[in-house]
């Protein structure tokens, strides 16, 4: 019997029907956007083999490279980590690296990395690694602070920021100078007076900010050279768009160190030199990046890309990313640090003063008011609220906690964000484009105001975009020249459809594309019809808007569904101007600072344009000029 098994034994090795028996399977995690792993066959010290799991990763980013093979093809074909990581999913490919290096390293292929957490000090610890965060960072070490240490949960920088796309909002530079003055936008400064005299006059300091406003411009006028702005023009467009909620501290805050703010991050090689106006700026005044060709890029990202190369640059920031902040450290009443922890285990970093730059709580439920829950969540998936959290049983002081930003006029892209899409939409408007509502019927004079749609909106159950071909075009270039998306992507829409969703419809008459919508084709002709005689004898409609052009009555027509959504939360800490945490008293915690989104009060009940990505950075660079001059001391 022995000598058979030996026989089959000998017959199984030769025809190679056991060779796999020396494989071995090794598996490492890591944090992504979720949990991340990676499982690695490993035989005769190569692999030969790799799975990809990653069910939480955002669809249309990084989660397709895990479940297609992608990202385990290129762990084999390069025998380990060394491959470009996927663009636009920079936090999953970094999530699946360090995965793979843990497996790798299980399997005996490299060495492990020392794991160990100890206890350890510095002069200041940031909790975050968006743009707030890493501007004081970087303004920290700048101003003479000698060490300073980020804590970031997720597995890169970036945070809220990496999704603004519109710039940053900033008051009497030089490149503001290079813009020509007009008629449109003496009218606009006036307007933005009187709308402050009318609506938010409170005998103080609003009023007070009105009349140096007015007597600014009188000035201008009466003596035009140059470009006019003022900071205080600056604070009452915020003002005004923030329905005069606004904590008036911040906003001045905000804008009176916005001009500083855009020539030191030029110190970081981050150039901010396109000056335009939206979004409620009353004046030229949103400063942003330009790529090669002249085109404006979307400033979040950009500014991620150069702060994040300057801290890992520099000696004395130490960036931990994948380490989750779980407590403020008190003693005597006075912050001395934080709790952190990493898969390794917990520990604490003490310091001398502590920054929260932790994000918003746009994607926490629990936090987020009901109201705005049936709407598109379209910031980042870290905004949790982790400084909310933790500073309870502190009596820190919470402010517009019932607040959230939310936009109109955006579409439902196929990996669920859901992407503004206004630059596209304003163009159509101008060549005939409408909204009709889920019974065919135009319900609001689409191109007033951005709230006042909003609040229209909100009485539908949906909303679609009509466009004829010339609309259409106009959208497209209003959206490619904003470098949203690509003329590729509107193909793509246009040819699949994305579990029901019209991202975008086409038909060749009205009639077809209502029954792709599933929308009554009568109700939406005689929408059409009504417009198209307003515009032709160049009279207003009913609901007040004088169209430019008609639509055309010859296919193809066009549609893309409209939604609310929000992407940033307008609540949170209460801040002094010394960017100290405030108590439920109105007194400073020491040792305690909070910069960014995570500070509740400057927006006030409506985000204005390019305010967000602004009061990351001036917000920052003030919360490390703060914290230095106590350790100074």
């Excluded at 994607?363 to 008011?369: C, E, F, I, K, R």
């Excluded at 982790?386 to 990996?415: R, W, Y």
């Excluded at 060549?431 to 539908?460: I, T």
């Excluded at 109700?523 to 430019?548: H, I, L, Y």
Aim: aromatic residues 8%; glycine residues 10%.
């Amino acid at each position: 019997m022995k000598k058979f098994a030996s026989i089959l034994l000998s017959m199984l090795m030769a025809t190679g029907a056991i060779a796999a028996a020396s494989a071995e399977t090794y598996t490492g995690t890591a944090q992504g956007i979720g949990e991340v792993s990676v499982t690695l066959t490993v035989e005769d010290g190569k692999i030969t083999a790799a799975e990809v799991v990653g069910e939480s990763e955002t669809k249309g980013i990084g989660y397709e490279p895990c479940a297609d093979g992608t990202f385990a093809d290129a762990i084999v074909a390069a025998q380990g980590v060394d491959f470009d990581s996927i663009s636009g999913a920079t936090v999953t490919s970094n999530a699946v690296k360090d995965a793979a290096k843990k497996a790798m390293a299980a399997a005996g292929l490299i060495e492990a990395e020392d794991t160990t957490v100890t206890d350890t000090e510095c002069d200041v610890v940031i909790v975050g690694a968006g743009g707030a965060g890493m501007t004081a960072a970087l303004q920290a070490v700048d101003s003479g602070v000698n060490s300073v240490i980020i804590v970031e949960k997720g597995g890169s920088t970036g945070g809220n920021t990496s999704r603004a796309t519109g710039g940053m909002n900033a008051a009497k530079t030089v490149y503001q100078d290079e813009n020509e003055w007009s008629d449109a936008t003496t009218t606009a400064v006036e307007k933005a007076i009187a709308t402050a005299e009318e609506k938010y006059a409170d005998g103080d300091k609003i009023s007070n900010l009105t009349a140096t406003v007015k007597e600014q411009f009188e000035a201008y006028k009466a003596n035009p050279e140059g470009y006019f702005d003022s900071v205080e023009l600056f604070a009452l467009d915020t003002i005004i768009g923030g329905k005069g909620l606004n904590n008036f501290d911040l906003v001045m805050t905000l804008t009176g160190n916005s001009a500083e703010a855009i020539d030191w991050l030029a110190t970081k090689n981050a150039h901010l030199t396109n000056v335009g106006s939206f979004g409620g700026a009353s004046v030229k005044r949103i400063h942003r990046a330009t790529t090669e060709d002249g085109k404006t890029t979307p400033v979040g990202a950009y500014l991620v890309k150069v702060l994040t190369a300057d801290v890992e640059a520099e000696d004395k920031i130490d960036l931990r990313t994948n380490t989750a902040a779980t407590e403020i450290v008190m003693e005597d009443g006075k912050a001395v640090g934080v709790k952190v922890k990493n898969e390794n285990g917990e520990y604490t970093i003490r310091a001398k003063a502590v920054i929260l730059a932790s994000g918003g709580y746009g994607a926490n439920d629990a936090l987020v008011p009901d109201e705005y829950k049936n709407f598109v969540y379209a910031g980042h998936a870290g905004a949790t609220g982790d400084a909310i959290k933790m500073v309870e049983g502190l009596d820190a002081d919470l402010i517009n906690m019932d607040l959230v930003n939310t936009q109109p006029n955006s579409m439902i892209l196929p990996s669920g964000l859901g992407q503004y899409c206004n630059p596209g939409v304003a163009g159509a408007y101008k060549a005939g484009a409408y909204m009709v509502n889920q019974n065919g019927e135009r319900f609001f004079n689409e191109s007033a105001n951005a709230w006042d749609l909003m609040q229209a909106m909100k009485q539908n159950e949906a909303q679609y975009l009509i466009m004829d071909q010339t609309a259409f075009d106009n959208f497209n270039a209003g959206m490619t020249n904003s470098k949203i998306y690509t003329m590729e992507d509107v193909e793509k829409w246009l040819s699949d459809d994305y579990d029901g969703q019209p991202v975008m419809k086409q038909g060749a008459t009205l009639a077809e594309l209502c029954e792709k919508l599933n929308l009554p084709a009568d109700a939406v002709e005689a929408s059409a019809k009504a417009f198209n005689d307003c515009a032709a004898a160049q009279t207003a409609d009913a609901f007040g808007r004088t169209p430019a052009a008609a639509q055309s009555e010859e296919g193809p027509f066009y549609a893309l569904q409209m939604h609310i959504r929000y992407y940033a939360s307008l609540g949170g800490l209460h801040i002094n101007d010394n960017m100290q945490v405030l108590n439920t008293k109105q007194e400073a915690i020491p040792g305690l600072y909070a910069a960014g989104e995570v500070v509740g009060g400057l927006e006030g009940d409506v985000y204005m344009g390019a305010t967000l990505f602004g009061w990351a950075v001036a917000s920052g660079y003030d919360a490390a000029n703060a914290v230095n001059a106590v350790i100074a001391q």
